[in-house]
């Protein structure tokens, strides 16, 4: 029993992996766009899930909220208000079908070049940490809220502030946008 | 005290859910009888009466004799508790609909996601600081060892109670599409619109307790909120709890914001497709919700296990007394119940919002005194703790 449990701990990253890509994968083959985004939604936090088995809380409660919470109601939001003609829709899928085995396939070779090491090369004998000087005087298992934001709001503050710029700009212009088509 | 090996570890987790499951299903069922009187008491009438026990019954037997006497029986309080278990046999009999044009799939999942979403929350709250209880040594497996008074009193827990709450909002929106109906359908956009806007002064607010006690972790913060203030941390704490409290009304569809169920512009809005124990899913999600509601603002606010609201406690008890300087459970369910007796109370005063202006109190209002409260607790954070 308690080997057996343990054997499930080790492997929780794997579990939540796959089960990741089980709700990819039905969002890719369902038909219908709500589908879709209910397997959208359940890979969004089996990832939450990944995250917790590598013992990053924040990222992972981050991902739930802003993910699962956020992004993919609006995305339910837009399809269900699309979804009123679903003949149309299906023929969309199958003109684009030829196009997208291509795109898959010129994807796959980018990912695969792009991580080759990681996927064929030797495991890292310890996890790769950008600036271990920054997780200094913190418990970063127990503390890794406070380890973010150490990181965020005192190291990488500038780009962080730019990477905020840009979101609000492109708020604004996707405001603009909508606001003179109507007009 | 000896360290618990992995499967004593779940078990002993196993055994605080099956607590919280235990005390989140002896209230709900209660709130909703609650719910019956007092809105009845509130509106000059006794409420549900009619199934009582009467001949067995000691309430019922001193009702009999106080009829007799010609006067109104004010003993009826307890009268209609009977009524629950034809409520929850009525659900679990009654013949589950599922309208011939609904999306099966979706149709079924949408109120399991509401549920789950609404008892899990509960998995990050905190309901004493340190140990419950501890087994006794004679215990099967688990013999001797510390229960916690929360079932994963995680770092970011305020972040799991968020992020696992907002997810409760599809159960509604996917709940309306599925029943490819139009009044489900209008009552679960409007439902959306609702929940995602209040979302954002709800965690707004409870941001002013996070700078207040710098920690995300809820066991800590309702520590430090109850005993580690400062007398000017009252301020921020009263306008937090009202604003978390209008926020927690909206978030939780209750009157005055029962928007996606407007009875009398959406039939029942979201449900209206569902019967059965579908239906009481949703029922049961909903009252869940506002246990959860309620145990956020106790554990915030209204100092969580200790006695005093506000951080008084802090202030006026110190903890050198005897039981009431000390955290107790019991307090905390006390305020829980208390919370949710505000919830029928106010549903028996204020009136139904008109939609616009549910909208425009969240955004108009709502967000800008939360980010002012904000602004106070930092404040306070800066000079005063």
């Known amino acids: ?183 | 005290m000896p360290t618990p090996t992995l499967t004593q570890f779940i078990v002993i987790t196993l055994v605080q859910c099956l607590l919280v499951v235990i005390f989140v299903f002896v209230v709900v069922p209660l709130t909703v009888f609650a719910e019956r009187k007092v809105l009845g008491y509130l509106q000059q009438r006794l409420g549900s009466t009619r199934v009582a026990s009467g001949h067995v019954g000691v309430t019922g037997w001193m009702n009999r004799g106080m009829w007799k006497w010609g006067r109104i029986p004010v003993l009826s309080y307890w009268r209609g508790i009977p009524g629950l278990v034809a409520d929850i046999l009525k659900l679990i009999l009654k013949e589950d609909v599922i309208p011939a044009k609904a999306d099966k799939f979706v149709f079924f999942i949408a109120p399991a996601l509401s549920m789950v979403s609404a008892v899990v929350v509960f998995a990050a709250v905190s309901f004493v600081p340190g140990v419950f209880f501890t087994f006794p040594a004679w215990f099967p497996l688990v013999g001797g060892l510390p229960v916690s008074g929360g079932i994963a009193d995680i770092n970011v827990g305020l972040l799991w109670i968020l992020g696992v709450a907002s997810v409760g909002v599809y159960g509604i929106v996917l709940a309306g599409w599925a029943s490819n109906s139009k009044y489900p359908l209008l009552g679960g956009l409007r439902s959306a619109a609702q929940m995602v806007s209040y979302e954002v002064p709800l965690a707004i607010s409870l941001l002013a307790p996070v700078v207040l006690t710098a920690s995300l972790n809820f066991g800590e913060m309702s520590t430090r909120m109850a005993v580690g203030l400062p007398f000017w941390g009252l301020v921020p704490q009263i306008l937090g709890f009202l604003i978390y409290l209008t926020c927690g009304f909206a978030e939780t569809n209750r009157l005055p914001f029962d928007m996606p169920e407007a009875e009398n512009e959406l039939v029942a809005g979201f449900h209206t497709e569902y019967s059965g124990m579908k239906f009481g899913f949703f029922y049961l999600a909903e009252y869940i919700n506002m246990t959860v509601v309620a145990a956020l603002a106790a554990g915030f606010f209204l100092g969580g296990p200790w006695l005093l609201p506000f951080g008084l406690q802090g202030l006026l008890i110190p903890a050198s007394v005897p039981f009431i300087g000390q955290p107790h459970a019991i307090f905390f369910a006390v305020k829980i119940i208390f919370m949710l007796f505000t919830y029928i109370w106010v549903r028996g005063t204020i009136p139904r919002y008109r939609y616009d202006q549910v909208m425009s109190v969240a955004w108009k209002y709502l967000i800008p005194m939360a980010l002012a409260n904000l602004l106070l607790a930092a404040l306070v954070r800066c000079f005063a703790v």
């Not at chain 1, 990488?156 to 405001?175: R, Y």
């Open chain 1, 1 to 183: 029993m308690e080997h057996l449990l343990e054997t499930i701990g080790r492997n929780m990253f794997a579990i939540f992996g796959v089960m990741t890509l089980c709700g990819a994968a039905f969002m890719v083959a369902s038909r219908s766009a709500v589908h879709s985004v209910l397997g959208f939604l359940f890979a969004m936090l089996c990832i939450a899930g990944c995250f917790l088995s590598l013992e990053a809380e924040f990222l992972g409660m981050a991902q739930i909220l802003v993910y699962a919470g956020g992004i993919v109601v609006l995305f339910l939001f837009v399809v269900m208000l699309v979804e009123m003609s679903k003949k149309r829709e299906k023929e969309v899928f199958q003109l684009q079908s030829r196009y997208a085995v291509v795109a898959v396939l010129v994807g796959a070779a980018v990912f695969v070049g792009v991580f080759r090491k990681v996927i064929f090369g030797a495991a890292s004998p310890e996890a790769l940490v950008l600036r271990p000087e920054l997780a200094q005087g913190l418990n970063v298992a127990n503390q890794n809220a406070q380890a973010v934001s150490r990181s965020l709001f005192a190291d990488f503050l500038l780009p962080f502030e730019i990477l905020s710029v840009i979101l609000l700009v492109a708020l604004v212009g996707a405001v603009v946008l909508a606001k003179t088509e109507r007009v």
